[in-house]
């Protein structure tokens, strides 16, 4: 063979770079010469390769794996190397740390959970809250969500079978934010009850987690979309994605009065009281419209159904008249608005009712930008708000149900009561739960991929009749689909696509290919009780549905290791798991069965009379039930990390904190707003009273409510 001078420096990276981008299809004359490691000679002089190697910087957050600081890449590609599993003891092993020097000024939240999974395994920012060492040598996360435990718990010598659960001074503290209120506590096993010992096992610490909600207005957020739900990057945030269904997904269609408001549900947001939706009694014997009002001619609420010989096969409308209905007003007086425009839409798209209105006052404001309505609009309109009603009253019986956004505020304008509802502002609400309410311009964009509202801000203003038909074929879509369809939909994307669209390999767990970070997609699995793929899980790669504990620990391992055959789950299992134990929750009375809809809501199966009975007989027969379930629990917990490969992040988080006694008061509260909203009601004759004593206790309880805590550990 021939010796050859050695090239220069520059020279072997322009030759480095031509056999990369090159690779076999062009042949490359220049001889580059192959260093092989870090002794190699030096004398100038090395052994020239007849084949068109290359050589190629690894990226710096790479480990050095293969004994020196070059790749070696022969015919443009480069060789792979065996995917190594760094030991324990290994300086490249992963973890997770937390240091009193960590920026860390308040509680955790859930969505903190969720982005240290973010950062971990594809997009998301790097946390402040912790220290992630080689972040790319995590070959999987485990998440599971525990609802039942709380901080309480973990304190050497407490009573289980006395414990009903944290005082609000224990939960929560006064004053200024104090460190010792949001730092994690170190977990000694020798400080923990025996049957919590195996957390001080698997975790350094406890976690305080600061559960979603909003301390103004009283209300605890679902965790859930808390942890499944990402915000979009800035690179896809300039507008509203569609929404997309799941693979695999299958439409139920459902009628229509599936989706009409409960008489609970009216109430409690402010709709008008009709005398139909109250319960037989002097109240409805002696119910009278407030002046100006009228209602519909509706003696009962059983008038509205339709025996099921008169309804059509496969009818989604179920035998009844469907209207969408949309008001525009103007401003007559100081926060008074007045009807100033009526639309009407049929099921079939045609317009019934279509009017301006004059109002019985002056409008001092047109608010035009908003209601499309001018002066010379109104000038030469003679209707009245008394004519309308009697047209409305004519259209409208006990068949008749009215759609529309908001519906409240076009009723209350237009001084009518109606007792069946379909409001799109219900059926579709904001993920952060009320006040807050989606606009319709969010939903047509999102659900339909439509716009509208285009002159809203100018002087065309918003079209009533354009409102009305949106409502119309969102409430379509959704019978269309079935009542699991963008259930789980808010103002992000979800959790198990973010994973998969922009989930990150390294060269230490996907090979040289991967090197300086690849965007591959990460696979993922829900494990939860019900109908996993009629909730939020329906994104992963594979839903696994169970009906007890036991199944959610076999299927969390199942997805960790795979299928042997990997026809449905491949060998080596997927790379993300989220998974809810729900055992806990229902013994301590925090799972409220009432709010169930039905099995495919991807909750638990409501209990039988069988099941009800039997776990009656076990909390009798039992010393401690609680104490029994939680040593379950741990054991549960600890076979899964001893199962788990090395190099996984392990997250437990309960979501919540007790929510019993926020509920308790919230159901109050709801009670006493549909006593004191009833026409004709007196205050002191309530069933119950709401005073600011009882909004203080609200505000107590839903901050024990809202104190949850989490466990973060590498195996």
């Keep these: ?50 084949s068109s190697a290359s050589l190629k910087r690894p990226c710096p957050e790479d480990d050095n794996q293969d004994g020196g600081d070059w790749q070696t890449i022969e015919n443009g590609r480069p060789v792979k190397k065996l995917k190594k599993i760094p030991g324990q003891e290994s300086k490249r092993y992963p973890g997770i740390h937390f240091s009193t020097q960590a920026r860390l000024f308040s509680k955790i939240n859930v969505s903190s959970l969720r982005d240290l999974i973010l950062y971990i395994f594809a997009d998301g920012p790097a946390p402040q809250w912790v220290s992630v060492k080689h972040r790319p040598e995590f070959r999987k996360i485990v998440a599971i969500m525990v609802p039942g435990l709380d901080e309480a718990m973990f304190k050497k010598g407490l009573d289980f079978s006395a414990y009903t659960g944290p005082t609000p001074d224990q939960a929560i503290s006064g004053g200024a934010p104090d460190p ?78 599936e989706f009409l408001a409960s008489n609970e549900e009216l109430m409690e947001h402010g709709f008008p009281v009709h005398p139909a939706m109250l319960n037989p009694g002097e109240k409805r014997d002696n119910f009278k419209d407030p002046e100006g009002w009228v209602h519909t001619r509706v003696e009962n609420l059983a008038d509205g159904k339709v025996p099921e010989g008169e309804v059509q096969q496969g009818s989604v409308t179920a035998g009844r008249e469907v209207y969408a209905l949309d008001c525009e007003m103007c401003m007559t007086g100081e926060a008074e608005y007045s009807l100033t425009r009526i639309s009407l839409v049929s099921w079939d798209g045609t317009v019934v009712l279509d009017e301006l209105v004059k109002p019985d006052k002056p409008i001092i404001d047109y608010v035009t930008r908003f209601s499309g309505i001018t002066k010379e609009m109104i000038d030469p309109v003679n209707t009245t708000l008394k004519d309308i009603q009697a047209r409305l009253l004519e259209i409208l019986g006990p068949r008749s149900v009215l759609l529309g956004h908001s519906l409240d505020s076009d009723l209350k304008a237009l001084k009518l009561a109606h007792p069946f509802i379909v409001d799109t502002s219900l059926l579709f ?3 952060r739960g009320l006040p807050l309410k989606q606009s319709l311009k969010y939903l047509a964009q999102k659900f339909l991929n439509r716009e509208v509202q285009k002159g809203g801000g100018t002087n065309a203003g918003h079209d009533s009749i354009e409102d009305a038909k949106t409502c119309l074929d969102l409430v379509k879509k959704k019978c269309e689909k079935g009542k699991a369809w963008a259930a789980g939909e808010s103002q992000g ?16 767990t996907a090979g040289p290919e991967a090197t300086g970070g690849a965007p ?100 009798e027969d039992a010393v401690s039930p609680l104490e029994t379930c939680l040593k379950t629990l741990g054991e549960r917990l600890k076979r899964i990390y001893d199962n788990l490969p090395p190099c996984t992040a392990f997250i437990v988080y309960t979501g919540t904190g007790d929510p019993r006694e926020m509920s308790r008061l919230q159901a109050m509260q709801a009670q006493f707003k549909k006593e004191y909203n009833t026409p004709g009601s007196k205050w002191d004759q309530l069933s119950v009273q709401w005073t600011d004593r009882e909004d203080q206790a609200l505000r107590r309880a839903l901050k024990v409510a809202r104190s949850g805590i989490g466990f973060i550990g590498v195996k």
């Design 1 to 50: 063979m021939s010796r050859k001078k050695n090239k220069s420096k520059g020279q072997r990276g322009v030759a480095a770079a031509l056999a990369t981008f090159q690779g076999d299809s062009m042949a490359i004359d220049t001889e580059v010469t192959s260093i092989q490691n870090s002794t190699a000679p030096t004398d100038g002089a090395l052994t020239s390769s007849t």
């Design 180 to 257: 010792d209120e949001y730092y994690p506590r170190e977990l000694k096993k020798e400080l923990l009850p025996e049957v919590l010992q195996p957390f001080a096992d698997m975790f350094p610490h406890l976690w305080p987690v600061k559960a979603p909600g909003d301390d103004k207005y009283g209300k605890l957020h679902s965790p859930m979309p808390a942890m499944l739900t990402a915000p979009l990057p800035k690179s896809k945030g300039t507008g509203v994605q569609p929404v997309s269904e799941p693979h695999g997904w299958k439409n139920q269609r459902t009628r229509i009065t």
């Design 429 to 431: 609400p904001h993920p």
């Design 493 to 508: 994307e979800n959790l198990f696509k973010r994973l998969a669209r922009a989930g990150t390999a390294y060269r230490s």
């Design 520 to 619: 591959v997609g990460k696979s993922s699995a829900a494990v939860d009780w019900g109908d996993v793929s009629r909730s939020a899980g329906n994104a992963a790669t594979v839903t696994i549905s169970c009906k007890s504990d036991a199944e959610v620990e076999a299927g969390i391992l199942r997805a960790v290791k795979g299928d042997p055959d990997g026809l449905e789950i491949p060998g080596g299992g997927v790379d993300f798991v989220w998974a809810r134990m729900r055992e806990l929750e229902a013994l301590r009375g925090w799972w409220n069965r009432n709010k169930l809809v039905s099995e495919d809501a991807g909750g638990p199966p409501a209990l039988t009379d069988g099941d009800k009975k039997g776990e009656e007989e076990e909390i």
